[in-house]
Every structure is written in structure tokens, then in C-alpha cells.
């Protein structure tokens, strides 16, 4: 061989190492487990789709991202999320679903970003929506912070907090203030309340915010205390506004359904200052935040759209659901050592050979993965040394050694890992320990 | 809006309704799960990687088909197999790996082959490999047959036989009557054993080959008996040539590891026309066919390489892997009405609701979801005829019906789906059944 390429992986795409891998394979199925417990269907549309059917809406720095390109006479692009494929699919099967269509896809994403440490050009994606047939109840808004709830308690979560808010309520009282046409601009300073601090946005609304119209919005964005109270002052800002109104009436309704729902008060709250982009969501919106890591920001959003489908079809098809950014959680949450991949392993159980006769340690294997334990064998040539630095880099908690004695006297001897302990028994022995001690793990 | 965009999937991309989707998945996580019985580590490298990187080896049919374009200055490629990939990984992190390094990977690649039925552009791979650092024992070519038989068997197949040859022994043979330079023409012609006969075969090498030297390969094709007498017959040919006899050597090992390795006699068989690619292999090598559904060819197909990455580092990296096509797999079987995803479904449960008081059905969804029992909930406001067809469409075996007599009555109406049988009881007696249930389908 001439010359050698040296190999890199493209600055931007998060590759793993192994244990990271299992520890992030763990929370990817965790997530998985708890959609399907809310009985939404999964679907797996293609990472290259038409682009001109990807790009139906989107437009400035979503269409500077995309990774578009031709092959033959397509023009293709790479999926930049998963809700414009679901707007496709929705609409292509539409006769052979039922509705409401609940469906949950895990899947990579991509975009072609400057790259930035713990942003990501490839990553995954865990989105949950549930699609109406010209309608979709409110209760629905309600089932989303449930399963928020339940796949963080499940991902070992318990300080976090989701928050809602209702985009309704913030168009209604632009409205009925007459600052329609400036609320984009509102919200955007409003959104960096938690930065710069009350005072300075109320400074910054000044400059082009009659006094009395400011009064309301400072009104509105001091509304404290809990969910109920919430309710009773934005119910006595008492605004004659239908759009408003009909927020109001839809935030108790999602507020009453999330408790009958099982979440705690703890874990979620009204938070009249969530915004969540400026055109897309209509109704309910929500953002989770880890209560300790604030600065994260938030770890799962998603809200209430009119119609997803609105680009390919006049049938009005409404939804609600989120989306867990999971490569970019990952990451974040191993860069804060809020979790740690280093004793992560797929064997309990390394067997390994100390003479040259490898029948029994294959005979062995066999039966441990008869009894569901995950096995690995080395039946390298290697020195007894390399072999245990071996198993210590699997982070196995059994070795089980087979050598002259052993096959002699038809035994093994079982080493504990963690403790050091190690006996010679008899094979069902070592199995009936391993089971029970990996089952009690669990 | 203006004019609607049609929505459409690109050809050759395969894309699944939900409840094919529930059937494939179930059929890759059983693949993921024997795989990890054995110890194999996950790893999930990116779709997108440096074209310089990707084509390092690949030419001819491969590089025409790659989906290959520029975006920036970067000249970018999806990977279109998991084994150059893996051949990074293990150069890219060689000091963070214990070898030998065992990992799966099951993941999309992509060919921009020309459409036709049952060949996709984007497919799944489920790959299993075992990299070693110098030097791999042959064991590990006996250890991959079982992972093969696990995994259908697991799969629910059982008519199946994994058949195994060793390219030395090719090799050897070739080499031994001086025909080398023409090994790559005369497998050819071998190779269509299957659909020409003998007769044929022999008809067509006797063009290029002498008489003598057409006898010996005569009869090396024609070898016939149990694998034990295969083996007596090979060593019958009494064939004086060193790579012969390594490849000889081998399989015997490999043959008697297969067994003690635990798989069925009838499962497994050497057959000495299998060559696998002509360049790539270079020893043990494994085909799987499902006896009823011959056609359908391999199912299941890798072998032993010499060098993963040769192209990379001077360090050498032999290995032992296999590959299944699940997308292809996956169509097949459902073509051939092999397997069926008519009666799918991710909810046990659905439960809804004959008046306008939802509070309970939220309830009773949360009290069954804490008992691991996936439920999904209709609170739309649709007819009940509507409700039941929509049970009937995803499936669910139980329907929990909820009106005003059961809520002022606090019990629940249990429907059996399938026995059409119904009863009005308290929800924890109804949590039992459907336990007891579902359990004892599994």
C-alpha cells in the first residue's frame, strides 16, 4: 500500500465512543418507551427527501442551513426536522390513517450550522405530535406535559419544570392594546427578561410604548404566583379581547387536565412570558428547563399549530406536540457532569481461558446467553494481564475464568469484579448468581 | 395559500405505514438485543462524512452510485456501507478501543442504484463485526454462525441454514492447479451452479480449462455429505498446496466451534461453491437461506477479512463480520406473505368516552399507564360508531368505555376486542385483566 488516508469524522457530527454510546442508546429507547406508553405509533421517513417538497416553507436562515444537492436529475435535500416530513406523510397516507394521528419519530436531523461547541450539523431528534382531522380537542395540550413529565422522571429527572404558556393570550392583548403589528418586536424583548431583568425591559419598551399600554404589558409580565393565582390576575387584567379570552379559557382547561394527568404541581407552571418563535405555534406552547441547569435552556418545546399541513393541502389538519433535541441534550448534559457514561456496559459477563483448550469457555457462553446474560468471550492468545485490563475496559461486573482445573473437575470459577470476591462452582450456580444479582441491578 | 405543493416520497426510498413500522422495528430491536447478547458494543457513526475519507477504497459500481456533493468548501458523501465507517472509527479512536473490538451497528446507507422492486436507495444494515489488533483467533469465525442462528431464531424462523466455506480453500485449490489468474472467471461460472446444473458448469469451464485440471475442480464441486464428510472428502483431494491447507485447517476448527457453540446440525452446513465478492474476503465466509424461500437469496452474509483498514494505517486489523439488509429483508418477507403487520398495534388500550365529562378518561389513562399498560385516549369529540372504528384501526385488544354511569358509579366498562365480550367493573380488576392479558401473550 502507498500513501494512507488519515481519517477524520467531519468537524460538527457527534461520534461516540462506546460507553457514551450505551448510555445514550439508554435514553434514546427510554424516550421511545415512554411515547408508546401514551400509544403513539412510530413512522421512519427518509433523510433525503424532493427538496422541493422540503422547502414548500421554509425560507431565510432554514434554507441557508439545508443540505441541498443533485443527484441525476433530483433535486434532493437532507430533512433539516421532523414535523415538515410528518406534514408530507400526513398528507401521502392520509386515506389509510386515523385521526387523531399519533405518531412519534426518533431520527437524525440536519443543518448545516457553523459549527459551535455542543451545537451539532447531524443530531436526533425525539418528536411526539398528535394530528387532528380538522379539529383536535384541548385536552390534548394537556396529555403533552404528561408525557414530558413521564420521559424525564424515566431519564432519572426529578427537578425540572415545564412550563406553559398560551399564545393566545399574548396576541389577544397585543390586539387589544393595538400593537399587533409591533408584537414581534415586543415578544423579542420581552423573551430576554431572564438576561437583562425587569427594569431594563421595561426601559427598552419605553422608547416606542405609550405609557398607559406599558402599564398593561409590565402588569402582564409581573403576573406571579401559582398556577390558580396566575388564572385570577390575567382573568382581572379583565380585557375585552376574543382571542384573549379564548387563551385564558383554553390555559385553565390544559392547567385542570395536566393535574387529572398525574403531574405534580412542582413540575410545571404558567409561564406568561414563554413565546416559543414568532409565527409557527398558535396556541399552547411549552418549554422544560432542569431546575439546577437553568442556563441549558430548555430541554424539551413544542406547542399548538392550526394546520401542518397547510403547504400541500387545503384539508385543515391541526396539531400539538414537541420535540427532545436529543444529540445536543446529550451533550450538555455529560459536559456538566449531570450524567456520566463511564461504568456504561453491554456484557455483564467476560469468560475468559487460561490454558489452550476453548471448548468449555464456548460451551460456557452458550449457556450464560441461554439464560439471557450478554457474554463476551476472549479467546485471544493474550496474557492473563491484558485479558482482566480487558474486562475492566468493558466495565464487566463478572469475569468468569476457565483453565486446566476448571475443565478437569467440569467447574468455573466466578470472580466478582466490583467486590474482588472469587469462587469455583458449578456453572448454574454462577449463573443463578449472575441473574440475581443483575436482575436486582435492574 | 396559494397553489398546494404535492407531497411525495422519492422512489426507492422505502417508507412504511405505522403499523409495518411497529413490525420492522420490533424486528430490529430483537437484531440489536441477540447482538448485544453476545457482548457487541454500539456504535452509530454519522451519515455524512468526508468523500476523501468514504472513497478512500471504493471505486467502479460503488463510487457511481454514491450520493456525493459539495456544500461549502467540503466535499461530503453518505456512507454507503458500515464497514468503511467502522474502518474509520477503529483508526480514528485505535487508543480509546480494547481490542479485539467487537461492535454492531445498525443504521441507514445509501445507493443511488436504479429503482426496481424490493431495491432501495436508503436501507438499513444491522452489522456485527469483531476487529482484532494484529491477530483475530480463529474462534471468532465459529462464534458469528451462532450470532446468525440466535438472531432468526429469534426472529421466529427456524427453516434456515447458515452455510459456511473458506476462501483459502478457493484459493488454494486454484493455486494448486496453476489457475489463479483465472479464479476470478472460473467462481463465476461456479457460482451459477444453482440455476445452470453441473452439466452446464462444466461445459462452459472446459472452454479454458484442461481436461486433468477440469476433473479436480469436477469433483471439488461435487462434494457432497454431511459437513463431516465434506470435510474427509476435501481432505481426499489430497491436494499438496499450503493456503489449501490452512483454509482446510480452518474450517474444521470453525465446524467443530459451530457446534459446541450450541447450533443445530440442520442449521448449519459448509458449502464449497460460496464465494462471497471476489476481492474483499479472505477466508471463512458465511451465506444464510431460508430453505422454503431459496429465491430470495442470502438473508444473512459476511465473512473473514485480512485487513479492515488497509487504506488508513499501516497497522493491521483483521476481522470477522456479518450483515443483514433489513430493509430489503423486511420487504421481502412481507412480499412472500412470510410475515404480516395486519394485526400490529403499540396500544394495549384505548380508552373513550360516551359523554362530555373527560376528567375520568384522563384518570383511568394515567392510573394504566402506571401499570407499564400503553393506552391511548379518544377525547375528541367524535361519534361513538367513529371511536370503535378507530380501536379496530390501531388494534387494540381492549377498549375502556367511560359514561356517565361509570363515573357516577366509579367503575369502567371493559370491552375484549377480539372476544367482543364486555363487563362493567372497578378499574383495578381491569388493570389485572389486561396485565394478565397482555402478559400472557408475550
Given at each position: 500500500?502507498?500513501?494512507?488516508?488519515?481519517?477524520?469524522?467531519?468537524?460538527?457530527?457527534?461520534?461516540?465512543?462506546?460507553?457514551?454510546?450505551?448510555?445514550?442508546?439508554?435514553?434514546?429507547?427510554?424516550?421511545?418507551?415512554?411515547?408508546?406508553?401514551?400509544?403513539f405509533?412510530?413512522?421512519d421517513?427518509?433523510?433525503i427527501?424532493?427538496?422541493?417538497v422540503?422547502?414548500?416553507?421554509?425560507g431565510?436562515e432554514?434554507e441557508?442551513q439545508?443540505?441541498?444537492?443533485?443527484?441525476?436529475?433530483?433535486d434532493?435535500?437532507?430533512?433539516?426536522?421532523l414535523?415538515?416530513?410528518?406534514?408530507?406523510?400526513?398528507?401521502?397516507?392520509y386515506?389509510?390513517?386515523s385521526?387523531p394521528?399519533?405518531r412519534?419519530?426518533?431520527?437524525?436531523?440536519?443543518?448545516?450550522?457553523?459549527?459551535?461547541?455542543g451545537?451539532?450539523r447531524?443530531?436526533?431528534?425525539?418528536?411526539?405530535?398528535?394530528?387532528?382531522?380538522?379539529?383536535?380537542?384541548?385536552?390534548?395540550?394537556?396529555?403533552?406535559?404528561?408525557?414530558?413529565?413521564?420521559?424525564?422522571?424515566?431519564?432519572?429527572?426529578?427537578?425540572?419544570?415545564?412550563c406553559?404558556?398560551?399564545?393566545?393570550?399574548?396576541?389577544?392583548?397585543?390586539k387589544?392594546?393595538?400593537?399587533?403589528?409591533e408584537?414581534?418586536?415586543?415578544?423579542?424583548?420581552?423573551?430576554?427578561?431572564?438576561?437583562?431583568?425587569?427594569?431594563?425591559?421595561?426601559?427598552e419598551?419605553?422608547?416606542t410604548?405609550?405609557?398607559?399600554?406599558?402599564?398593561t404589558?409590565?402588569k402582564?409580565?409581573?403576573?406571579?404566583?401559582?398556577?390558580?393565582?396566575?388564572i385570577?390576575?390575567?382573568?382581572?387584567?379583565?380585557?375585552?379581547?376574543e382571542?384573549?379570552n379564548?387563551?385564558?379559557?383554553?390555559?385553565?382547561?390544559?392547567?385542570k387536565?395536566?393535574?387529572?394527568?398525574?403531574?405534580?404541581?412542582?413540575?410545571?407552571k404558567?409561564?406568561l412570558?414563554?413565546?416559543?418563535?414568532?409565527?409557527?405555534?398558535?396556541g399552547?406552547?411549552?418549554?422544560?428547563f432542569?431546575n439546577?441547569?437553568?442556563?441549558?435552556g430548555s430541554?424539551c418545546?413544542?406547542?399548538?399549530?392550526?394546520?401542518?399541513?397547510?403547504?400541500?393541502?387545503?384539508?385543515?389538519?391541526?396539531?400539538?406536540?414537541?420535540?427532545?433535541?436529543?444529540?445536543r441534550?446529550?451533550?450538555?448534559?455529560?459536559?456538566?457532569?449531570?450524567?456520566?457514561?463511564?461504568?456504561e456496559?453491554?456484557?455483564?459477563?467476560?469468560?475468559?481461558?487460561m490454558?489452550?483448550?476453548?471448548?468449555?469457555?464456548?460451551?460456557?457462553?452458550s449457556?450464560?446467553?441461554?439464560?439471557?446474560?450478554?457474554?463476551?468471550?476472549n479467546?485471544?492468545?493474550?496474557?492473563?494481564?491484558?485479558k482482566?485490563?480487558?474486562?475492566?475496559?468493558?466495565?464487566?461486573?463478572?469475569?468468569?475464568?476457565?483453565?486446566?482445573?476448571?475443565?478437569?473437575n467440569?467447574?468455573?470459577?466466578?470472580?466478582?469484579?466490583?467486590?474482588?470476591?472469587?469462587?469455583?462452582?458449578?456453572?448454574?450456580?454462577?449463573?443463578?448468581?449472575?441473574?440475581?444479582?443483575?436482575e436486582?441491578?435492574?
Amino acid at each position: 500500500m502507498g500513501e494512507k488516508m488519515k481519517p477524520k469524522t467531519l468537524p460538527g457530527f457527534m461520534e461516540l465512543l462506546p460507553n457514551e454510546q450505551i448510555l445514550f442508546n439508554k435514553m434514546k429507547e427510554t424516550i421511545q418507551k415512554t411515547y408508546e406508553t401514551y400509544g403513539f405509533l412510530p413512522i421512519d421517513t427518509p433523510i433525503i427527501e424532493d427538496a422541493q417538497v422540503l422547502l414548500a416553507k421554509a425560507g431565510g436562515e432554514t434554507e441557508k442551513q439545508i443540505y441541498r444537492f443533485e443527484k441525476g436529475e433530483n433535486d434532493l435535500a437532507l430533512r433539516f426536522d421532523l414535523t415538515v416530513p410528518l406534514a408530507k406523510y400526513v398528507t401521502e397516507y392520509y386515506d389509510k390513517l386515523s385521526f387523531p394521528f399519533k405518531r412519534y419519530q426518533i431520527g437524525k436531523v440536519y443543518r448545516g450550522e457553523k459549527p459551535q461547541r455542543g451545537r451539532f450539523r447531524e443530531f436526533y431528534q425525539c418528536d411526539v405530535d398528535i394530528i387532528g382531522d380538522g379539529e383536535l380537542s384541548i385536552i390534548n395540550d394537556a396529555e403533552i406535559p404528561s408525557i414530558i413529565y413521564n420521559t424525564f422522571k424515566e431519564l432519572g429527572f426529578s427537578d425540572f419544570t415545564i412550563c406553559i404558556n398560551n399564545r393566545k393570550i399574548l396576541n389577544g392583548l397585543f390586539k387589544s392594546l393595538e400593537l399587533a403589528n409591533e408584537s414581534v418586536q415586543i415578544l423579542r424583548i420581552i423573551d430576554k427578561i431572564d438576561k437583562i431583568g425587569k427594569d431594563e425591559v421595561r426601559k427598552e419598551l419605553s422608547s416606542t410604548i405609550e405609557d398607559n399600554k406599558l402599564e398593561t404589558i409590565m402588569k402582564f409580565i409581573s403576573i406571579d404566583g401559582n398556577n390558580d393565582k396566575k388564572i385570577q390576575l390575567l382573568e382581572e387584567l379583565n380585557i375585552k379581547d376574543e382571542v384573549f379570552n379564548q387563551g385564558l379559557s383554553e390555559i385553565k382547561q390544559v392547567t385542570k387536565f395536566i393535574k387529572i394527568f398525574g403531574v405534580p404541581e412542582e413540575n410545571f407552571k404558567i409561564d406568561l412570558t414563554i413565546a416559543r418563535g414568532l409565527d409557527y405555534y398558535t396556541g399552547t406552547v411549552y418549554e422544560t428547563f432542569l431546575n439546577q441547569y437553568r442556563k441549558l435552556g430548555s430541554i424539551c418545546s413544542g406547542g399548538r399549530y392550526d394546520n401542518l399541513t397547510e403547504y400541500y393541502t387545503d384539508r385543515k389538519m391541526p396539531g400539538v406536540g414537541i420535540s427532545i433535541g436529543l444529540s445536543r441534550l446529550f451533550f450538555q448534559l455529560v459536559d456538566n457532569k449531570i450524567i456520566s457514561a463511564e461504568k456504561e456496559s453491554i456484557s455483564d459477563v467476560l469468560v475468559i481461558s487460561m490454558c489452550d483448550d476453548y471448548d468449555m469457555c464456548a460451551e460456557v457462553a452458550s449457556k450464560l446467553r441461554e439464560s439471557q446474560i450478554n457474554v463476551q468471550i476472549n479467546i485471544e492468545n493474550q496474557k492473563v494481564g491484558k485479558k482482566f485490563k480487558y474486562a475492566n475496559n468493558l466495565n464487566v461486573k463478572y469475569v468468569i475464568i476457565i483453565g486446566e482445573d476448571e475443565i478437569k473437575n467440569n467447574v468455573v470459577t466466578l470472580k466478582n469484579m466490583i467486590t474482588g470476591e472469587q469462587e469455583t462452582i458449578k456453572i448454574e450456580e454462577a449463573i443463578a448468581k449472575i441473574k440475581g444479582n443483575v436482575e436486582y441491578e435492574k
